[in-house]
Nanobody, 122 residues
Framework: VQLVESGGGLVQPGGSLRLSCQAS????????AAWFRQVSGKDREAVAH????????YYADFVKGRFTISHDKVKNTVFLQMSSLKPEDSAMYYC?????????????????WGRGTQVTVS
């Protein structure tokens, strides 16, 4: 199973980026998929997740109204559309998927992880 993120980069404050997470060897359908982010020296934090079976989504308060998570069943890909970016959004963004025990808000819930894509807002 592989999750490969792409779409990160350098963007000015107020700008937009779209992150992609393509899965191979496993289907994202009827599962949970999420985006987390991490700044060096800090804990990984949940940004958004989606229950792909029903399209139910969750967003952390600090991204509500600015980020949108979505799932493309045909492409087996999860996206994170990020708008109105702020310098504090700068981080390594990780894709996660799979169903485990506990809460989908926690990193320990997810079985599979990508290697991350860097987002820098400056």
């Amino acid at each position: 199973v592989q999750l490969v993120e792409s779409g990160g980069g350098l963007v000015q404050p107020g700008g937009s980026l779209r992150l992609s997470c393509q899965a191979s060897g496993w289907t994202l359908s009827d599962n949970y998929a999420a985006w987390f982010r991490q700044v060096s020296g800090k804990d990984r934090e949940a940004v958004a997740h989606i229950w792909t079976a029903y399209g139910v989504t969750y967003y952390a308060d600090f991204v509500k109204g600015r980020f949108t998570i979505s799932h493309d069943k045909v492409k087996n890909t999860v996206f994170l559309q990020m708008s109105s970016l702020k310098p504090e959004d700068s981080a390594m963004y990780y894709c996660a998927a799979g169903v485990g025990a506990g809460s989908p808000l926690r990193a320990s819930f997810y079985r599979f992880w990508g290697r991350g894509t860097q987002v820098t807002v400056s």
